[in-house]
């Protein structure tokens, strides 16, 4: 592996934002891509540190997010609040057995997934692991494809919020529990994009820090 030579090793630089590669400039000069005027970096500023700052955010938040109500409902035969837990067991026991696992598959499974994932790649390159960086890379790939179905999330509150608006005399308020979903769904984005995976690959160079 150390024998196959790197951008970074040929004073390249990759742009963030238009993906160009150009040379890095001479010492003391400005490192801006050519084609968009971004600025260049050979690995994203605090990579680690922006990471693990919104990871452990979004786990702090998971938990309310779960047991918090996410919906106050309000009808002639009084209020009920339902979490999100509580609404997979209503569809379940009603036979809705395809939306419940649906329900429950992008609410509680995808975002608990991409946080222990992202842990897993934050944690091997804090600790200078050189161990499966294939399987690694792979599994960022997949965090990245995951999140592109984060607003599946949403749609599954909406749906859930249809189901209970067949009564017209029904009110439906927002709970505390989904400002904090909300809050999961955006901070495991902001980790997964904090997170520079050429980190895995070049943190064994002498003198580097992730």
């Known amino acids: 592996m150390n024998a196959v030579p790197t951008a970074a090793g040929m004073g390249l630089l990759s742009c ?10 001479a010492p003391g000069g400005d490192a801006h891509c050519p084609r968009c005027g971004a600025t260049l970096h050979a690995r994203k500023p605090a990579s680690l540190a922006r990471t ?6 979004a786990m702090l938040l998971y938990v309310p997010a779960n047991t918090l109500p996410i919906m106050d409902t309000s009808s002639l035969f009084g209020t009920q609040r339902d979490t999100i837990v509580s609404g997979v067991a209503f569809l379940w026991t009603s ?13 509680v499974m995808v975002p608990l997934a991409k ?9 091997s390159v804090q600790v200078r692991s050189v161990r499966n960086r294939r399987t690694r890379t792979r599994l960022f790939r997949l965090v990245e494809f ?10 599954v509150v ?10 017209t005399l029904a009110t ?9 979903f909300g809050a999961v769904v955006v901070l495991t984005m902001f980790a997964a994009a904090s997170f520079d995976p050429r980190l895995i690959w070049d943190m064994q160079e002498e003198g580097e820090r992730p």
């Open 16 to 25: 963030e934002v238009c993906r160009l590669v150009s040379r890095a400039p």
């Open 52 to 57: 693990w700052s919104f990871l452990i955010a």
């Open 95 to 107: 036979g809705s057995f395809v939306l419940a696992a649906l329900v429950f598959f992008a609410s």
């Open 115 to 123: 946080m222990i994932a992202l842990a897993v790649l934050a944690g």
């Open 146 to 155: 995951i999140g592109r179905w984060s607003m599946l999330d949403i749609y």
């Open 158 to 167: 909406t749906i859930l919020v249809a189901l209970v608006q067949v009564n």
């Open 172 to 180: 439906i308020h927002a709970g505390p529990g989904a400002a904090a």
